[in-house]
């Protein structure tokens, strides 16, 4: 699962119209509205937390993205799902800061979030997709 | 099996396992119960060891019936969730590989590609309970004239489901390494260029075929731990070796045995089936696989005191070597120093990552070790050696 809190800029124009519906209509993609202000002289800031497949994200950011949608992110996190991830190991190989790391002699994989830099490498490498991303801090960013 | 101090049959210890009496220890238990008290003593003392293993295994998959619908179809396609099961068998019987692709996954069109979902996922699916959408197709017969059905089914509803993985617990595999010089999308997981990493895949001393390098306890009928439920080695896997270079201890030091093994997938748990998804590679199942060795004299109890430091494999370079079929190492190595996290090749030290699960290994091991305490387990003699 994926999830991205993303932080919307509608210039006037494009806030006239049904833009954001259509992530769940077209793009299967739940969003939750965190905070909205609208104005038809300057422009508009959403910010919503989107939820879907990874996949979905990005096909639905890039068609905010062509309706004329300004896109910027919160700051994101990664997180393990403890009851999917096996100790295979997989994840050490392509992990560049050492944040998910053997410990030995358990041969256990532990996740260090203070040293991941959010790559993003281990949630396509993990075979039993057990790494996922969310937003944190979202009560900061709200306008 | 020669001059032995030490003789039990299979009666024996499984009478002693229904009495609640056998003593059993895992594989990593025995190697200090055997320094300790020798292998005489040990093989006296110790009825079964248990092995295990958890690492992807592609080559499985599951013999399903769907059952039927009326009117009645004679089945030459089946889909679950849109993975293709192959359907060239009796009517409404399919298999269903743990490596098909679901049919609009992209593949590797875009290098490396996520492979998402596949065989694996619904066989996952499918012992999860959950629901799957299953569509047939057929060119329609006089007896069998229903050309489609599309129904949505649990494992429940299926008249039966079998494991049926033509290859499994392979004994001893290549350490992967790659010696080119751009990133490699393998089975063997991500490999970094110019040797960024060594992947290596087995449980070591904990691993079934290494406790029992020629196979002398396992063949087929033995009674295994099998996704979570008993299930059977029912014949020697594909690619299975014996002709192969072995240590003074008599464990293989490249990849040899492999097993066939069977179970019903109606009793099996989705932590011991995980469908996996091996970027740029495909779709695959880790598959929970244990096997109880019996102890019948003091050479069984020597074969599971063996450890780490005395196995080895070889080191392959999948850059270039492996993909073009040239069989080459680039050193042997021992998996006492795979699992230290680096291993040294041509005067470099490389950081080794495992891809078999330790973890779920020493839990299966601890399961089945419980299972044949409680009287639960009983192992299977087997009536044909391979």
């Not at chain 2, 299979?10 to 609640?20: A, D, F, H, V, W």
């Not at chain 2, 080459?328 to 190595?333: I, M």
Request: net charge neutral; charged share 20%; proline share 5%.
């Amino acid at each position: 699962m994926y999830s991205k809190i993303l932080i919307l800029y509608f210039p006037p124009v494009v806030a006239q119209n049904a833009v954001v519906c259509y992530l769940t209509k077209d793009y299967d993609l739940l969003f939750n509205i965190l905070g909205a202000k609208f104005s038809t002289k300057e422009d508009g800031i959403m910010v919503l937390e989107v939820t879907g497949t990874r996949e979905n994200y990005k096909r639905g950011v890039r068609y905010l993205k062509e309706q004329g949608v300004r896109v910027s992110y919160a700051e994101q996190e990664i997180w393990r799902d403890e009851d999917k991830c096996t100790h295979c190991g997989a994840c050490t190989a392509v992990c560049p800061t050492g944040a998910l790391s053997v410990k030995r002699p358990e041969m256990e994989i532990v996740f260090d979030k203070e040293k991941c830099s959010v790559c993003e490498l281990c949630i396509v490498t993990c075979p039993s997709r057990a790494m996922g991303l969310f937003s944190k801090n979202a009560e900061s960013i709200l306008p | 099996m020669g001059d032995h101090k030490i003789n039990k049959t299979y009666q024996e210890i499984n009478e002693r396992i229904r009495k609640g009496k056998a003593v059993v220890v895992t594989a990593e238990e025995i190697i200090d119960i055997v320094r300790e008290q020798g292998p005489v003593e040990a093989a006296r003392s110790v009825d079964v060891v248990t092995t295990g293993t958890f690492a992807p295994m592609c080559s499985s998959g599951a013999f399903i019936n769907i059952g039927h619908s009326k009117p009645l179809i004679r089945t030459t396609e089946t889909w679950f969730n849109n993975v293709p099961a192959y359907s060239g068998v009796a009517a409404v019987d399919c298999f269903l590989g743990a490596t098909q692709t679901s049919e609009d996954d992209p593949l590797n069109k875009l290098h490396p590609g996520e492979f998402n979902y596949g065989g694996g996922h619904v066989i996952q699916d499918l012992v999860a309970g959950k629901e799957i959408e299953l569509v047939a197709k057929s060119y329609g017969t006089d007896c069998y004239p229903n050309r489609k059905i599309e129904k949505v089914v649990t494992l429940k509803d299926l008249p039966s489901a079998t494991l049926c993985n033509p290859r499994n617990g392979y004994q001893n595999y290549n350490c992967a390494i790659n010696r080119s010089d751009r990133i490699k999308y393998t089975y063997m997981g991500t490999l970094k260029p110019d040797m960024g990493n060594a992947s290596y895949s087995t449980a070591g001393e904990l691993s079934p075929l290494f406790n029992d390098p020629y196979l002398k306890t396992i063949g087929l009928g033995t009674r295994i731990f099998l996704g979570g439920a008993q299930g059977y080695v029912t014949w020697q896997g594909t690619q299975h070796k014996t002709a192969v270079d072995r240590g003074p201890n008599g464990v293989p030091l490249t990849p040899a045995g492999t097993l066939f093994v069977m179970g019903d997938l109606k009793k099996m748990s989705p932590e011991w089936l995980v469908g996996q998804s091996i970027r740029g590679y495909g779709c695959s199942l880790s598959v929970g696989l244990g096997i109880p060795i019996p102890i019948l004299n003091e050479e069984m109890v020597k074969y599971t005191a063996v450890s780490d430091e005395e196995i080895f494999t070889q080191v392959v370079d999948y850059g270039h070597d492996y993909p073009e079929g040239i069989s080459k190492s680039y050193g042997q190595v021992s998996y006492a120093e795979l699992k230290s996290g680096t291993i040294m090749i041509q005067g470099r030290e490389v950081q080794t990552v495992p891809l078999s699960s330790m973890v779920r290994a020493r839990k299966i091991a601890a399961q089945l070790k419980r299972s044949i305490e409680k009287g639960e387990f009983l192992l299977g003699e087997p009536q044909h050696m391979f």
